[in-house]
């Protein structure tokens, strides 16, 4: 049997399932509230670019409120709880799912993935098996190679041969990241990073980590359709359709149908249907909530795209723009930028959705900002900019 929901209610499970339910910790932010936290979300995309904050620390942030991000990065980098892994895009994941995503190293290896770095890893085997020795011999940032093999031109930018022949390892599984200050990549032995229980767990089949995984990003998701799920791991999409009729056929998941979308939906039997949401938060654009854009459309009526590589002329709302959130709706949106030089937020513009009155959301968005101050570690926000409807509101 099809379940029917509404639109309002699909937008309260999804959110849910995410983790908006959750109370906000009344006291300090502590390691059980980030792992709660990476419980709900089952991965946090990397980015590099750090405008207003990086980017892995942003959905804790957004589901707890202000914390200290170098705990954050004691638990994945130090601790080794999570693991860097490509996942979504390049993640952190529990240290536990390792053994799930064997089978992407597998294919790279067998070449059916990563082609061009295969084709590089293939032109000076010699080569990658020296960097590799050096690895063994102890951690490195790629600059610490002793022949980097700097670039002249053609290949990969100004990416080293050094720096390539270490992505490929890490692909295959032959090494892992952690981080040192700076965002800076520090590569090892896998064996080194994955703990030897995690590392001698059998390796599932790539039917069932897909299974697996695919039942996680549900739970995530709260109710979904089939490419939401499929796009949370990147999963080979027509193996994944297969694996998904499986799941409804054996009762793991279950048909629904939800008001105003164009696509069936996956209901996981086990999500909360939440008789209210209430939120109050910015999110990063690489949010769980937001970053799959089809979703977003469909879930929450808000059409989203980053515009960093769009040129200025041509940007229609700003260069890194947070989505905000109140109660179960995306409201609203604010291009901001941490100045760390005068410490402090700069609001370059705000804009209500189309609908929404700017005095209102303007209202909310002034305590979302104040907790953004806070959490990136400046002294105020300030209205720097003109454009948008809320921008003159918050002034």
């Keep these: 049997m099809t379940v029917q929901v509404s639109a309002a209610a699909a937008r309260r499970i999804a959110l849910g399932a995410q983790g908006f339910r959750d109370p906000r910790p009344r006291g300090r932010v502590d390691r059980r509230h980030l792992r709660r936290a990476m419980g709900r979300t089952q991965l946090l995309q990397l980015d590099s670019v750090p405008v207003v904050m990086r980017t892995q620390y942003m959905p804790a942030f ?41 089978w992407s190293k597998a294919r790279a290896r067998d070449g059916e993935t990563w082609g061009h770095l295969a084709k590089f890893a293939a032109s000076d085997p010699a080569y990658v098996e020296e960097v590799l020795a050096q690895v063994r011999e102890r951690p490195l940032a790629p600059g ?10 053609e290949w990969w930018g100004d ?9 490929w390892l890490f692909r295959v599984g032959e ?55 499929v796009d949370y791991h990147r999963l080979p999409k027509v193996p994944a359709k297969a694996r998904l009729a499986e799941l409804v056929e054996d009762g793991r998941l279950i048909e629904a149908e939800v008001e105003g979308w164009n696509r069936p939906a996956l209901l996981h039997p086990e999500a909360a249907r939440p008789r209210t949401i209430d939120a109050c938060t910015l999110l990063s654009p690489f949010d769980p909530v937001v970053w799959f854009r089809e979703r977003a459309s469909r879930l929450f009526g808000f059409d989203y795209r980053i515009e960093i590589y769009t040129p200025a002329a041509k940007r229609v709302y700003g260069y890194y723009v947070l989505p905000f959130l109140l109660g179960d709706e995306l409201v609203g949106r604010v291009d901001l930028k941490t100045d760390r030089v005068d410490g402090v937020l700069r609001v370059k513009a705000a804009y209500a959705e189309e609908g929404r009155d700017p005095g209102a959301v303007a209202e909310a968005l002034r305590g979302a900002l104040d907790d953004l101050a806070r959490f990136v570690g400046v002294d105020e926000w300030i209205v720097d900019g003109h454009k948008g409807d809320v921008t003159p509101r918050l002034r």
Excluded: N
């Design 62 to 102: 957004s589901r707890l409120g202000p914390y200290d991000p170098a705990l954050h990065d004691r638990i994945a980098y130090a601790d080794d709880e999570w693991l860097e892994a490509w996942c979504h895009e390049a993640s952190l994941v529990p240290m536990d799912d390792e053994p799930l995503l064997r």
């Design 144 to 153: 610490e190679l002793r022949e980097p093999r700097r670039q002249e031109g």
């Design 159 to 167: 990416r080293s041969h050094g720096a390539v022949a270490l992505d």
């Design 175 to 229: 090494v892992g990241i952690r981080r040192r200050p700076g965002f800076v990549k520090e590569f090892d032995l896998l064996e080194r990073v994955v703990p030897d229980p995690v590392r001698s767990r059998p390796t599932p089949s790539e039917e069932d980590a897909h299974r697996e995984l695919l039942m996680r990003a549900a739970a995530s998701h709260g109710i979904a359709a089939a490419p939401d799920l």
